[in-house]
């Protein structure tokens, strides 16, 4: 124990625009090095949690982006001033989000603060960003959030104690005596708690036995891309340590803090290289994680895409190849209101509850917490269970993985096999990034008001050969099933009477301009029609999509900048 410090008060100033979006409050890293700037949403977010934040213990980590170590230490700093007792942080600041939220639940601590920017890139000219996730080991839900965001607009000053110097490179834990109460910082290995969890859920020798191949089965060959972000040391832990990968087969696991110049999103488009690597070379299955760990995408051989509402469905569907799902039995399933339907179809079938929710992963918490849900997931490339209350992207790879130790097949066989069983829902989403605000905005202003028109219901809308007729538009709102809280607003539906469904949606992630999502989904169960490429048949729906939303002309956007 070292000497006494005591707290300083720092006047500060009010900065606009502090408002937390869909997962925390995200940036250009240039805005939150503003003075001030950082530290008064630290301490919003502490003083935003009450009388609790006295004598408590917060989890701190990130994905690793720059600027991410500096934050960590004015947490400290900022965190002793406020009566904060512990803080348990990752070491080199390095904390996947899905670690985060293991670790609040583990060690019951009243929340944690996560240091990441997720799947935006890294880097002095890219994002940063903070978000708040609380002691269900979830992100903070509206009210929180809200709270957050009203005292940043009348913060007047913060408490710091400035001459706190702690080394996060180092595993150790150090008390020192603030304004009389000790306060402890303990520097803990960033994988050990999660690589625990993962072995509690699955059967790390069944993947192994995949993994390394057996008497009657060649190896099963994977390559895991961790795109330079925070998954690096956790794929070398679990999939070389543990389960005997060679370090071939896994790439780009040394955390950067630019992500090496990469745009760490996990899709067909920032994850190419993956794509090529596995079309080229003699791999049965890849995998990628964004930058903080809580994105996948999986690919069969021949870099065969499972579109992430399969890929929750074909879950869904096998959970019994998961010793945790054995114990825990299945609860229910979600996903979010623009992910492909596919998933309700094996609900349907296997007389499990289906819920539907806003985009965001905070609108699951409630549902696991009341024990209503055991997997959930996102077109967003989002997969999850009530393990954690975040999604995982190494959890989703090692869902798999199981999944194909258990049944024996490839992962195209797989798809294959459950189209037949359940027809399928072919899916796309069109991303229009970084587009004029104010046009976006008059975009989808268009748009609500022709969906409400009276006469929108039953229309007939047509391209080529197709009709499609409307059911429904409407702007898609929620009321929690728990708490009865209400989200407005969560994108503009069209829903047709065939069961296919236009989804327009602005991004809430982004941190600057729009970001334009159109969504597009179609159930087919002709079994000509199963193997189909997604494009061809999803064609005439995306054409009707544009056509009725006057994109181009709102936008001059003739093609979307991703396709997923
Ligand atoms: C984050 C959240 C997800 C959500 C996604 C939506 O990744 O954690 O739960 O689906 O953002 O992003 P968007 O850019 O579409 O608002
Ligand atoms: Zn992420």
Known sequence: ??????????????YDGQKPGTSGLRKAVRIFMQEHYTENFIQAILQALGEQLLGSTLVVGGDGRYYGKEVVRKIIRIAAANGVKKLIVGQNGILSTPAVSTII??????????????????????????????????????????????????????????????????????TIQVDENPFTVEIIDSVDDYLEHMKNIFDFSSIKTLLQGSNDRPAFKVLINAMNG?????????????????????????PLEDFGGLHPDPNLTYAKDLVDAIKN?????????????????????NAFFVTPSDSLAVLAANLNSIPYFKKTGIKGYARSMPTGAAIDRVAAKT?????????????FGNLMDAGHLSLCGEESFGTGS?????????????????????LGKSVEDILLNHWQTYGRNFFTRYDYENCDSEAANKMMHHIESEIQKPEFMGSKLTSGSKTY????????????????????????????????RIIYRLSGTGSSGATIRVYVDSYEDDPASLNKDAQEVLKPLVTIALEISKLREFTDRDAPTVIT
């Open 1 to 14: 124990m070292s000497s006494a410090v005591t707290s300083k008060i720092i006047e500060t100033r009010v």
């Open 105 to 174: 639940r583990k060690y019951k601590t009243l929340g944690g603060i996560v240091l990441t920017a997720s799947h935006n890139p890294g880097g002095p000219d890219a994002d940063f960003g903070i978000k708040f996730n609380c002691e269900n080991g979830g992100p903070a839900p509206d009210t929180v959030t809200n709270k957050i965001y009203e005292i940043t607009k009348v913060l007047k000053n913060y408490k710091i104690i400035p001459d706190i110097a702690i080394d996060i490179d180092k595993i150790h834990s150090t």
């Open 230 to 254: 925070v998954t690096g040391p956790y794929v070398r832990r679990i999939f070389s340590h543990e389960l005997g990968v060679s370090d071939s087969s896994i790439v780009n696991v040394t």
């Open 281 to 301: 070379g003699p791999y049965d299955f890849g995998a990628a994680f964004d930058g903080d760990g809580d994105r996948n995408m999986i690919l069969g051989k």
């Open 351 to 363: 007389g499990v509850k289906l819920y539907e929710v806003p985009t965001g992963w905070k609108y």
């Open 386 to 406: 009530d393990h954690i209350r975040e999604k995982d992207g190494i959890w989703a790879c090692l869902a798999w993985l199981s999944v194909v130790a258990n």
């Open 469 to 500: 007729v409307v059911k429904l538009g409407d702007n898609y709102s929620y009321v929690d099933l728990i708490d009865g809280s209400q989200a407005s607003k969560q994108g503009l539906r069209i829903l047709f009477q065939d069961g296919s």
